[in-house]
């Protein structure tokens, strides 16, 4: 079993910025990859960001250039850093890690307002 908390949303005005964590623990040996979704409300869950346990990195296009995911493999991170926020990114986001099967952090909240 893997844990998974995230920590770091909040509330800011566009334009502004957010980091997200989510910290791993349990049989956290052979993790693949890490990302994060999010939904919105009346909104399906969507990706917004994943890492490979060798750091390669894929982007939803409505964050690319404005989001940076990032993994610290020996703390056992995934970091979301999140710039030049829209009201459009409201949602709720969630950590997630792959092994054999996925694993869900609970959510945190970010809410972007205009």
């Known amino acids: 079993q893997v844990q998974l908390v995230e920590s770091g949303g909040g509330s800011v005005q566009a334009g502004g910025s957010l980091r997200l964590s989510c910290a791993a623990s349990?049989?956290?040996?052979?993790?693949?990859?890490m990302g994060w979704y999010r939904q919105a409300p009346g909104k399906q869950r969507e990706l917004v960001a994943f890492?490979?346990?060798?750091?390669?990195?894929n982007y939803a296009d409505s964050v690319k250039g404005r989001f940076t995911i990032s993994r610290d493999n020996a703390k056992n991170t995934v970091t979301l850093q999140m710039s030049s926020l829209k009201s459009e990114d409201t949602a709720v986001y969630f950590c997630?890690?792959?092994?054999?099967?996925?694993?869900w952090g609970r959510g945190t909240q970010v809410t972007v307002s205009s």
């Open positions: 997630y890690a792959d092994k054999i099967l996925r694993y």
């Open positions: 349990g049989t956290i040996f052979n993790i693949r990859d």
């Open positions: 890492i490979t346990s060798d750091g390669s990195t």
